[in-house]
């Protein structure tokens, strides 16, 4: 089929050309797009407003030799949270380059679709770096690497004591006697307990959670590295966010 149509999200907008814009889309039912959105740099352009960065639209595409041609753009939902605060611009920013990284083109993930969708309306009223972290651990429920948050990744022992070693090469905790020179870091009980809860806690009830400080920082951390290491990709946003993420939020509570 030379045209088609896409429910889907811009996850990502990169310059091309003169004038045009390549854009990253996820679509409801056909997953990872890439295509040319021409002329949208222009002030005159219809089809600006669809292609802005975490837009939601209808996307109306043709289907080019070697990259797709976005026709029409029709948004459904931009976002104006997602840009009126720092922090809710890094986990946005954030969400995205995981979910770019963690798929392939044109495999369907609807489940992924809606996991985003949701996240990028929670970000209106749920601390930016929770919906964050809350994302990255469905999305790896999704796709089959959960981390063991329990039991040792190696053994199966279960983990004690007050720090436990965390090693994304493994897949998880690992007990004492199987850590040897896997690369990792420790963790608090606390934050593995935080964690496992964020995980199955209903959406309803995620805005009612709450971390401290150094607890935000050991899960971000943790999950940043778990997730390199099973997409094998340098996901800089979160890298940015861990280092100067948490001015927006914290000014927002001074005041």
Known sequence: MAVYQADALVIRSRE???????LTLFARESGKLQAVAKGVRKPTSRQRAGAQLFT?????????????????????????HLWNDLDRTLAATAIAELLDAATVREE?????FTLTLTCFFM???VHPFLVQSLFALRLLEILGYSPR??????????????????SPEAGG?????????????????????F???????????VKRLRWPVWMEQEVRRALQQYCEEKFEH????????NEIGGEGINNQREG
């Open 56 to 80: 939601y639209a209808d996307f109306l595409l043709h289907r080019g030799r070697t990259l797709d041609t976005v026709t029409q753009a029709s948004p459904r939902e931009s976002f104006p």
């Open 234 to 241: 340098n996901l800089r946003s979160w890298r940015m966010g």
């Open 108 to 112: 369907p993930q609807p489940h992924l």
């Open 149 to 166: 948050l329990e039991e040792c990744a190696e053994c199966g022992a279960l983990i004690q004591g007050e720090r436990v070693f965390f």
């Open 173 to 193: 905790t690992v007990c004492s006697s199987c850590r040897g020179t896997l690369s990792g870091r420790t963790l608090s009980q606390g934050t593995l307990a």
């Open 195 to 205: 964690m496992r809860r964020l995980a199955q806690a209903e959406w309803a009830k």
């Open 16 to 22: 091309y050309g003169e004038s045009d814009r390549l």
């Open 123 to 125: 970000l209106a009223e």
